[in-house]
């Protein structure tokens, strides 16, 4: 069992960052893969960004399309924590954002292929 819990949401003006933090409980972090969804008003929850496992130095991401280049996943096993630094933020981006961790292996996009969820943390973006 791994329980998932997000802070660092808030709101934000428009150009403006924030960094989200994900930290889980358990002694295997390291073996899940971790992801970050976003549900806004009246859509559907999107992938954002996904980090691969593993007990090394170097893991692989993944980015929607509509973040690329503006937002990073990254992670601190030692630490049990996977964070998504957002920078240029704008209107769109205002959601909740979920943390989710997986026990499988690829297609970190899809929302089915993960087996904890947080409870989520809202961003809001003003324009």
């Known amino acids: 069992q791994v329980q998932l819990v997000e802070s660092g949401g808030g709101l934000v003006q428009a150009g403006g960052s924030l960094r989200l933090s994900c930290a889980a409980s358990?002694?295997?972090?390291?073996?899940?893969?971790m992801g970050w969804f976003r549900q806004a008003p009246g859509r559907q929850r999107e992938f954002v960004a996904a980090?691969?496992?593993?007990?090394?130095?170097?893991?692989?991401?993944y980015y929607a399309d509509s973040v690329k280049g503006r937002f990073d996943i990254s992670r601190d096993n030692a630490k049990n924590t996977v964070y998504l630094q957002m920078n240029s933020l704008n209107a769109e981006d205002t959601a909740v954002y979920y943390c989710?961790?997986?026990?499988?292996?690829?297609?970190?996009?899809?929302?089915?292929?993960?087996?904890?969820w947080g409870q989520g943390t809202q961003v809001t973006v003003s324009s």
């Open positions: 989710a961790a997986s026990s499988y292996f690829g297609d970190y996009g899809s929302a089915s292929r993960y087996n904890y």
């Open positions: 358990g002694r295997t972090f390291s073996s899940y893969a």
């Open positions: 980090i691969r496992s593993g007990s090394s130095t170097y893991f692989p991401t």
